[in-house]
């Protein structure tokens, strides 16, 4: 006689293998690291995700579905003048540069398997043009409100700052002190002076 399948939280088991995967990343992270962290049996994770990929997979969707909603309800929150877009920018940049290496799964990602997983690079590639175009429509409103000075391309400044928020979990991981990453942030934020 066989014992039911212990039942468990999809939802619980996807954060704490995202949680995981944001830690070590995705080679380091064994399916026996996702059986501990998650509380899952082996077979019940296969059963639910499929393989660690298909898991990962998930995870990182979770990931870039979440900070594209908290960066679009921040935009969409009031009508952003450059005073807070530079503010938000800067919690941003503090959220995505503290904790541990792996702060951010986009950066990590990127360097780990984005380059050699076409599926992995394209859902990438639509997160950071997803980012991209909410601080260029920002960009674009504050400089029709008079706000900000003409800027050349709205959208090379979006990708510039995009760029950089992503780049301050490498530096993180690389060890750069709180003083060096202030430096960057302040050097990124002068296209919007």
Same mark, same amino acid.
């Given at each position: 006689? =066989? *014992?039911?399948?212990?039942? %468990?939280?999809?939802?619980?088991?996807?954060?704490?293998?995202?949680?995981? %995967?944001?830690?070590? *990343?995705?080679?380091?992270?064994?399916?026996?690291?996702?059986?501990?962290?998650?509380?899952? $049996?082996?077979?019940?994770?296969?059963? =639910?995700?499929?393989?660690?990929?298909? &898991?990962? &997979?998930?995870?990182?969707?979770?990931?870039?579905?979440? =900070?594209?909603?908290?960066?679009? *309800?921040?935009?969409?929150?009031?009508?952003?003048?450059?005073? +807070?877009?530079?503010? &938000?920018?800067?919690?941003?940049?503090? +959220?995505?540069?503290?904790?541990?290496?792996?702060?951010? @799964? #986009?950066?990590?990602?990127?360097?780990?398997?984005?380059?050699?997983?076409?599926? /992995?690079?394209?859902?990438?590639?639509?997160? @950071?043009?997803? =980012?991209?175009?909410?601080?260029?429509?920002? /960009?674009?409103?504050? !400089?029709? $409100?008079?706000?900000?000075?003409? #800027?050349? $391309?709205?959208?090379?400044?979006?990708?510039?700052?995009?760029?950089?928020?992503?780049?301050? *979990?490498?530096?993180?991981?690389?060890?750069?002190?709180?003083?060096? &990453?202030?430096?960057?942030?302040? !050097?990124?934020?002068?296209?919007?002076?």
């Amino acid at each position: 006689m =066989t *014992g039911r399948p212990r039942q %468990f939280d999809r939802e619980e088991a996807l954060e704490r293998a995202l949680e995981l %995967f944001s830690e070590r *990343g995705y080679a380091a992270t064994s399916m026996a690291d996702l059986v501990e962290r998650t509380g899952v $049996s082996k077979q019940s994770l296969y059963n =639910t995700f499929g393989d660690k990929r298909s &898991l990962f &997979l998930a995870a990182l969707d979770r990931y870039c579905e979440r =900070t594209d909603a908290g960066l679009a *309800g921040e935009l969409a929150r009031a009508e952003v003048d450059a005073c +807070a877009l530079r503010g &938000l920018y800067r919690r941003l940049a503090k +959220a995505v540069s503290g904790g541990n290496a792996n702060s951010c @799964l #986009v950066a990590a990602t990127s360097m780990e398997v984005g380059g050699s997983d076409c599926e /992995i690079a394209a859902r990438l590639r639509t997160h @950071l043009e997803r =980012t991209r175009g909410r601080f260029e429509a920002a /960009i674009e409103r504050c !400089v029709a $409100s008079g706000d900000l000075k003409q #800027v050349k $391309s709205p959208r090379a400044v979006a990708g510039h700052l995009t760029n950089t928020l992503n780049g301050l *979990g490498v530096l993180r991981g690389g060890g750069a002190t709180e003083a060096e &990453l202030e430096e960057v942030v302040d !050097v990124a934020l002068s296209v919007l002076e």
